[in-house]
């Protein structure tokens, strides 16, 4: 097998699986898990720990909208106390990006990187996507956070807009860059099937034996299963519980260590949702550089990013 670090780089960790959206490009709204809420004392749990052990990357968000969570500014609170020198990144869909919350957000620090998902440069193709969600309450409360981010003498966060390409709103890339101009960065994903569990959309049958979302990302739902991978949206390969075990015993645990082998020997009878997931199907003469790109991204992030915009920007085409 590969090898990875004794501690993964970036931590998933599902504050909720509640979404008050019903996007067309997830598989959220079919999820048939119970919806939760993840308890402050596991999320407390969970964060000493990648303070202890040096996390690069905390992600408190995954299959649902954190900003719903009650008392959501004291679980970035604890996050930034207890992992100081951790990567805080949320992703959100920007409709609960109230007011009081960007003030908190800003002037308390909570947030090095903040990745706003709008899958359209209009109003129609944006609501066409994002099914309940409101492109005009998105949009001025994202403006808002821009603007008084400018306004007051902080750093952070890095702000960027995000769009998953797929045919309905490929039409209006163009204006959403110029509907972003005030953002860090406007940045045009792939699409990807969810291992599965939504349609593949003509990606290709190209099927690799390195995927580095089990080499270098944990997955931690909001009841405190370990999913294999985010695409593990219903946990169905869990490899571990942090409500009884440390992140670093499920990271290392015979359970991990196995669906790595089944995917290094490209066993999908065993690994059906790796099988049927389409992130993994790259050109087999990309796999020496997918390994390498984690290393790479310490010390030369700058030509990383790079190759990777290039990279989406071919399988986008």
Partial sequence: MYRYPE??????????????????????PGMKRPREI????LFQKIVRECGERGAKKLLPFLHGESLLVPGVLDYFREARRLAPQTH??????????????TEAFLQEELLDSLIVSIDGGDKETFEGIRLGLSYDEVRSNVQYF????????????RVSISMVTVDENKHSREQLRREWEGADEVRFSVYFNWAGKLENRGRTPNKVNFC????????ILADGRVAMCCFDSEADYSVGDVRTQTIAEV?????????????????????????????????????????????LEETLPGLVGSLGNLYKRWLNR
């Avoid at 501690?7 to 959220?28: G, K, M, S």
Wanted: hydrophobic share 30%.
């Fill in 7 to 28: 501690f993964p780089d970036h931590v998933y960790v599902e504050l909720t699986n509640i979404c008050n959206a019903r996007c067309t490009i997830c598989a959220t």
């Fill in 38 to 41: 993840m308890s402050a004392e």
């Fill in 88 to 101: 805080i990144n949320l992703t959100t869909n920007g409709s609960k990006l109230s007011e009081e919350l």
């Fill in 146 to 157: 821009l603007k008084r981010r400018d306004e007051l003498p902080v750093k952070r966060p």
């Fill in 212 to 219: 580095e979302r089990l080499y270098h990302y944990i997955t």
């Fill in 251 to 295: 990271w290392n645990s015979p359970d991990f260590d196995e669906k790595r082998r089944w995917l290094f020997n490209r066993e999908f009878d065993r690994l059906k949702i790796c099988g049927g997931c389409d992130y993994v199907n790259h050109p087999k003469w990309l796999t020496p550089m997918l390994r390498l790109r984690f290393p």
